[in-house]
């Protein structure tokens, strides 16, 4: 065997361990972006109750309205939770639609348009 293929072979043998060479199992368990979804304990999708569903987006929407509220005229701050109004009222809706509760979508879309005239009022519009 001559000098050149012995540098060779050893250089092709640092070359494989420099760059890890073949994955072990410990390699795995010591990174964990490597995890797969097959070690995970399976759960069966819950259903979330309508009523606790509608409990949540009238949750939400009480709270945008207090970062609304405390917005004072902050514009960027008053689009914001604007929006963040806006989602709920929507959400608010589509749930109450399902339990027959109109009065409390209407009662959201009332809380909405007044912080939507707010807006048009104090910033002109949200772009």
């Known amino acids: 065997m001559t000098r050149a293929s012995t540098m060779f072979g050893l250089f092709a043998t640092l070359t494989l361990v420099g760059c890890g060479g073949a994955p072990t199992a410990t ?10 979804t097959e070690n995970m304990p399976k759960t069966e999708p819950t259903m979330v109750p309508v009523e606790a569903r509608l409990t949540k987006a009238q949750g939400e929407l009480d709270d945008a ?5 405390a917005a004072a ?15 709920a009222t929507a959400q608010l809706c589509e749930l109450a639609k399902e339990v ?13 348009e007044s912080a939507q005239a707010k807006v048009k009022t104090t910033c002109g519009g949200c772009g």
């Not at 005229?73 to 989602?87: E, F, H, Q």
């Open 27 to 36: 390699d795995s368990a010591a990174d964990p972006s490597q995890k797969t």
């Open 65 to 69: 309205e207090g970062a609304f509220t």
């Open 73 to 87: 005229s902050d514009c960027g701050s008053l689009c914001k939770a604007l929006a963040s109004m806006t989602r």
């Open 100 to 112: 027959s509760e109109p009065k409390r979508c209407d009662d959201a879309k009332s809380r909405l």
